[in-house]
């Protein structure tokens, strides 16, 4: 009897630890974990500056937006997108070294409240990434979405190779 018992407590334990693992969502501390670094900037390109006129809003780069800078910027980075379902979002500039206020490669971060966010948004994102598949890529997982777009097509090899990046690292996760 207390064999069965034992058998039936382990059992429920590691279902438990199961469906807790599946389920939990990445937080803001994630972003810090995947964000591309100074090593994966292509050669000729660098962290861009932001100019004069954009500081009110981005106050760095690379940067992990506030609340006003997300309400303002979601639905200009893909249609339809709804701030209020973004927990947090980081954007990374990377410009051609000729050009240090460009923006010829964009990566952003998403962290979504919930995976129900998630799932509505990633909706949105991936029409957008469809329509523009020459030039953007986006990764998702869970509640979270990465988002890389550039300027010009012949950037996206430099784009696929950090989402390569960025996904071996969630894989690790």
């Avoid at 690379?62 to 209020?84: F, H, M, S």
């Avoid at 923006?103 to 998403?110: G, K, L, R, T, W």
Wanted: proline content about 3%; hydrophobic content about 35%; aromatic content about 10%.
């Amino acid at each position: 009897m207390k064999r069965y018992s034992l058998l039936a407590t382990s059992i429920i334990t590691v279902v438990t630890v199961f469906i807790g693992s599946t389920s939990t969502m990445y937080s803001s501390s994630i972003i810090e974990k995947i964000k591309p670094t100074t090593e994966e900037i292509p050669e000729g390109y660098m962290f861009g500056q932001v100019p004069g006129f954009a500081q009110s809003l981005l106050k760095t780069n690379p940067w992990n937006l506030d609340q006003a800078a997300i309400k303002k910027l979601t639905n200009r980075i893909y249609p339809g997108g709804e701030y209020t379902k973004v927990s947090d979002l980081h954007m990374t500039i990377i410009a051609n070294k000729r050009n240090p206020y460009g923006d010829d490669i964009v990566c952003y971060i998403f962290i979504f409240k919930n995976e129900k966010s998630a799932q509505e948004e990633l909706i949105k994102i991936n029409e957008h990434v469809g329509y523009n598949s020459d030039r953007s890529i986006v990764i998702e997982k869970k509640n979270l979405a990465v988002y890389l777009c550039v300027d010009s097509v012949k950037d996206f090899e430099h784009i696929r190779e950090i989402s390569e990046t960025i996904k071996k690292r969630l894989e690790t996760m």
